[in-house]
């Protein structure tokens, strides 16, 4: 690596750090973390004109680079602590570098995650979050605990994100303020990590809704072995999503389109009560969309009549 790159990462990804568990942070040939159980680990990748537009503003790739993972170790209870980051960049561009950091730290610091190490590359601009952090070995969440007679929920509100994307590309400066709310839903992803805390013990499975509720609520059941009904008259939809669609949009953006990064769980009826208090107070609530029973896949009720939706999975989209 050149002096030039060392300097990069002096300026724009060190950062003081008081964690007590970390051993040794950015500047040798590896980090070291002290662990004291369970280690959540995931990693994912955003390629430029893939998972965001070209023209998407640094801060919002920095943002949206980490909260896809923090998502991740949401949908295991898990409690975020460390990063590292590898960055393929084209060129040394120091405004974009200051935009993508200060996303990046932004978020970091509002989940008291530490950047602990990383690499740099100079290439077509691709960005790999890989993320740590502690999980109860009695509390974790997985896709496959689910169980027939579990009411099925969903965090927040699902579609805004890929409704934001498709308005994005239709038209980049719509002024209304539901274009502009469903832009910043995809845009600065608001990952359910405090959710993801308070459902431990109460959730029988969960998953984050990345690639469109039929899709990953999809996992789940292969998971689990069962499969789930939903009640399309039940998904959260925002005000901005019906402001700015038709109902049949927001329906198929709610059940199809991806990046929602909102958490969908099963609990058994009798924690409905709980759950519904342990997710006060820490930020939107959960809605219950459904239930869990016998058999396979995912099937759609309106007013209780099955029908086969209009898509059921999420295009990789952006040319
Ligand atoms: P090596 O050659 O041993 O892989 P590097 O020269 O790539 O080491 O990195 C030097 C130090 O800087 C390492 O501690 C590494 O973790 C850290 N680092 C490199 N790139 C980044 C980055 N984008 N963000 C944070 N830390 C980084
Ligand atoms: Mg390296």
Known sequence: ??????????????????DADLVIGIGDDAAVVATH?????????????VHFPVATPAEAVGHRLLAVNLSDLAAMGARPRWCTLALTLPAADEVWLAAFSHGLFALADAHGVALIGGDLTRGPLTATLQIMGDVEADAILTRA????????YVTGTLGDSAAGLALLQADPADPSPAQRALRERFLKPSPRVAQGRALRRLAHAAIDV??????DLGHVCAASGCAAQIDVEQLPLSGALRAACSPADAETYALAGGDDYELCFTAPPAVAPTIEAALEGVGPGARRIGRMVQGRGVTC???GVPFEPAARGYRHFIA
């Open 210 to 215: 990345s690639d469109g509720l039929l899709a």
């Open 1 to 18: 690596m050149s002096g030039d790159e060392f300097e990069i990462i002096r300026r724009y990804f060190t950062r003081p750090c008081s």
């Open 145 to 152: 605990g689910a169980r027939v007679g579990d009411d099925i």
């Open 37 to 49: 159980g369970p280690l959540a680990i995931a990693v994912d990748t955003l390629v430029a004109g």
């Open 301 to 303: 009720l309106r007013n």
